[in-house]
């Protein structure tokens, strides 16, 4: 969820004199032994400059840490220094992509991202959020990065890999960095930014008449036609100049950290609906498959402060988990709080202008200077309109990455993000994480504003559900599609009274959860999103959730549950009246090899079971035939399947409600379903039949032609990754060879995957361009409040980011398992979790 919340930016930069290394040493136990220096020991004593008191830190047996301390001013440092220990070029790399600065360790290949970064200007964000912090919160921020910066000091020598051979020192941490992550977090949850610049890429090749069916808002709501004729009329084509920049470069910053993910799952458990007769709490945080994962567990234990769960390298917090009286998590609640206005502009006396309601403005300026790695530092010109930086005024097409654009004349995409004043959302995280009551919960979740969220929390007899964040009110239009800037009509008028958030108490089903999807009816008095979720992993939460006596088992079973309700929403579409009749006319006009292969098809397909286990056939099947609907019903238009409009379309489905979805459920007036390529005119019907003949074919050219030996776990798989391999198609020739030669050493997988987008062990990928997971549970936990010790949890990768850590990929193997580890709150409980082994720090020069 909050993460994607993200996806971390560990290993990021891999110098070219890696390469050396690797023909040198001709095999990677030489890295190995080379860098086991920068794992910091896990027992013995260590001196270190900043603690009032000695500090304790055991591990469990995934390395997972038991901060004990005697005052919380040592357990804030103490988790510095562990986060920096265990993630520090996570650390450093999400601060140099909030900053706009990863250039300067990675080189010309990550410039557009910088320019992305620094258009947005997250640092202003963070110095406002860090401003409106109480001065007990400031001073908090403060102790950490002192922590964070005593182990900089002592590992200054030793630092791991990626950055010992970028040749990059990292500058010392500073309290407001920690915001500055936090601000980038936030930034990857407001959803709908993607869409917009996907609207404005499907426009160019359909037109806005024929927009809407493209971006469906919900399977009940109607078509945004309205929304779409913002469009029209509009001379897109060639006036719209760097949108293929600018969507290029979006997509290049989530593929590198996350933007718009539909992340999560959390339910609650009401005392009547449970074994126990108590609470349960689970969360499940969805969020781009790497390695590291985004998340690490950690667990304090001080005189006025106890908590234990997952935290975010860079930021002193525990951001879901447990406090031995409260458990919360969270997802993100699809909020739309940034929005895409289309700007007319104009070169005026050397000025950029901009109208506004029948008035030409100046832009304002700001001058942003960029520092890269092995090229001479460039200075470029950025300008902002009265709704934010212009997208393309920092982006565009140029005749060689490192030259300055001139924006001239045409339309200009500037973005309007939410505002930060007055905002107490650090400090009501902080009281969060403390409540030790759902009242105290609500309390506190009421005053986040900066972050749009769907938190669920729990105490031994009551469960709550609390919407946060800052919702603008729109005077027109629904935010789904760009909006004319120059018609004061389409502004926002304040935001919408937080009284009106969403929450819920104790309901009489005995249950409570969110899943991304639209958690309010149509028509509620203020407008959250129009970019939910598609609701099955919802519709499986209330089918499980509302149905016997749960315990934590249950709860572990729903985690890893991969039952889709698609599959059966699909099956009632097959045998609809009308669509059987028409379905099998068109199966029957199909030459002989494909009407075989097609009525095959159609009788596995009615009898699958929608359970899309790794081991599964008929999943194997079903998956085909999604992927090969999907490119029958909209490639002719939006092909080949390399073009910006297609690549537009898939990047849609994996962040809400999609067309794909959309068509094969409903939609038979659609004009998509002509194949526009042939002489006659085909309808829905006709496309399935063809559909589900090339399901078939797909899985025989995949898998074999014996039946016996389809595996959906063999077209789909996980892969941990860093983002060194991520990002290496970016790099230079010499980096992306240095990059490959250490795959091995770097990266895990294949291992087979069971589910998709629609299940709650959710393992989505880019719908009709290929099965790659690219979506998962990055941690998950449950508190079940009738055990002694309430709070187990896994992470989806190992607690370290080093990979000379033995701690670097041992939790994967747990996590395909569903290994939870105990986090005990009992004293006679510690030592079974965390053993005797143990490193103090004692205050010392």
């Known amino acids: 969820m909050l993460s994607r919340l993200f996806r971390p930016m560990a290993h990021l930069s891999l110098a070219a004199a890696l390469t050396a290394v690797v023909t040198l040493s001709g095999c990677q136990s030489f890295l190995q032994s080379r860098y086991s220096a920068s794992v910091h020991p896990d027992q013995g004593t260590a001196r270190v400059q900043g603690l009032a008191q000695s500090v304790v830190i055991r591990r469990n047996a995934l390395g997972m840490p038991l901060i004990e301390t005697n005052t919380f001013h040592d357990a804030l440092f103490a988790l510095g220094y562990v986060h920096a220990s265990d993630r520090l070029s996570q ?44 001065p007990r919160l400031q001073r908090f921020f403060e102790v950490y990065a002192r922590g964070v910066n005593a182990y900089l000091f002592r590992y200054r020598d030793k630092l791991p890999m990626d950055l010992a051979e970028s040749g990059y020192r990292p500058p010392y941490w500073k309290a407001e960095d920690s915001v500055l992550v936090f601000c980038l977090l936030n930034f990857g949850l407001s959803v709908n930014l ?189 300008y902002e309109t009265r709704h934010g930086p212009l997208l393309n005024s920092a982006l565009g097409e140029r005749k060689h990455m490192l030259q300055p654009m001139q924006l001239s004349s045409g339309y200009g995409l500037a973005l309007q993000t939410t505002q930060f004043e007055a905002d107490k959302t650090l400090d009501a995280f902080f009281d969060l994480s403390r409540a030790q009551s759902v009242e105290q919960a609500f309390e506190a979740t009421r005053e986040v504003r900066a972050m749009p969220l769907n938190v669920v929390f729990a105490d031994a007899r009551h469960i709550g559900w609390q919407v946060t964040g800052r919702f603008p009110n729109r005077r027109a239009g629904l935010g789904l599609m760009p909006s004319p800037g120059w018609d004061s009509q389409y502004e926002w008028d304040g935001f919408a009274d937080p009284m009106l958030h969403p929450y819920d108490q104790d309901p009489p089903e005995g249950w409570l959860g969110t899943a991304n999807q639209r958690t309010v009816p149509r028509g509620y008095g203020m407008q959250l999103s129009n970019s939910w979720y598609y609701p099955e992993r919802a519709e499986r939460i209330a089918e499980l959730a509302g149905t016997g006596k749960h315990d934590s088992q249950s709860m572990i079973a729903m985690q890893y549950d991969q039952t889709s309700l698609f599959a059966g929403k699909l099956q009632s579409m097959f045998g609809a009246p009308g669509m059987a009749e028409g379905l099998k006319t068109a ?158 050493y770097l990266d895990r997988g294949p291992y087979p995957a069971g589910g998709d987008h629609s299940t709650l062990n959710v393992s989505a990928y880019n719908w009709g361009q290929n099965f790659d997971t690219w979506l998962i549970p990055a941690m998950r936990i449950v508190v079940d409040f009738g055990r002694e010790e309430p709070l187990i949890g896994l992470n989806s990768s190992g607690q370290s980011g080093n990979p000379a850590s033995k701690h670097y990929a041992d939790g994967i193997d747990a996590w395909l398992k569903g290994q939870y580890m105990t986090f005990p709150f009992q004293p006679h409980n510690l030592d079974k979790a965390y053993g005797s082994r143990r490193l103090v720090l004692v205050p010392g020069q």
């Open 194 to 382: 993607q869409e917009e610049i996907a609207a404005l890429v499907l426009a160019q090749k359909v037109g806005s008449d024929q927009l809407a069916w493209l971006l469906p808002t919900y399977p009940d709501e109607p078509l945004p036609v309205e929304e779409a004729a913002k469009l029209k009329g509009l001379n897109l084509n060639g006036q719209l100049v760097g949108l293929g920049a600018v969507s290029n470069a979006v997509s290049q910053f989530a593929d590198a950290h996350m933007l718009g993910v539909a992340a999560s799952n959390n339910w609650a458990i009401a005392p009547q609906n449970s074994r126990s007769g108590k609470s349960l709490l689970a969360n499940d945080t969805h969020l781009p498959l790497s390695m590291p994962s985004a998340w690490n567990f950690v667990q304090i234990r001080s005189p006025k402060y106890q908590a234990a769960g997952v935290s975010i390298a860079g930021v002193p917090a525990v951001v879901a988990g447990f406090n031995g009286k409260l458990g919360w998590g969270m997802t993100m609640v699809m909020g739309d709080n940034q929005d895409l206005f289309l700007e007319k502009i104009k070169r005026e006396n050397g000025r950029l202008m901009y109208l506004a309601d029948g008035k030409w403005l100046p832009a304002q300026q700001r001058q942003e200077t960029f520092f890269i790695k092995g090229q001479r530092p460039i200075r470029e010109t950025l």
């Open 587 to 744: 199966i029957d006009a199909l030459p002989p090899a494909e009407r075989s292969k097609a009525r095959e098809a159609h009788s596995r397909l009615m009898k699958f079971d929608g359970k899309l286990a790794a081991t599964s056939a008929d999943a194997a099947l079903f998956s085909a035939f999604l992927y090969q609907s999907a490119r029958e019903t909209f490639l002719d238009e939006l092909g080949p399947d390399t073009s910006p409009a297609w690549q537009a379309l898939v990047e849609t489905a994996n962040s809400s409600y999609s067309a794909q979805a959309d068509h094969l459920l409903g939609r038979e007036d659609s004009p998509f379903w002509n194949d526009i390529r042939t002489p006659q005119q085909e309808d829905k019907p006709a496309i399935l039949a063809r559909s589900l003949a090339d399901a078939v074919s797909f899985t025989e050219s995949k898998l074999g032609t014996e039946r016996s030996a389809w595996q959906w776990g063999k077209l789909h798989s996980y892969n941990w990754t860093t983002e060194t391999s991520h990002l290496a198609r970016y790099m230079s020739a010499s980096q992306r060879a240095s990059i490959n030669a250490l795959k091995g």
């Open 91 to 134: 650390m450093v790399g999400l601060r140099l992509m909030a900053e706009g600065r990863l250039a300067e360790m990675a080189g010309p290949g990550v410039l557009e991202i910088d320019r992305f970064m620094r258009a947005v200007n997250l640092k202003k964000s963070a110095e406002v959020l860090y401003r409106n912090a109480s």
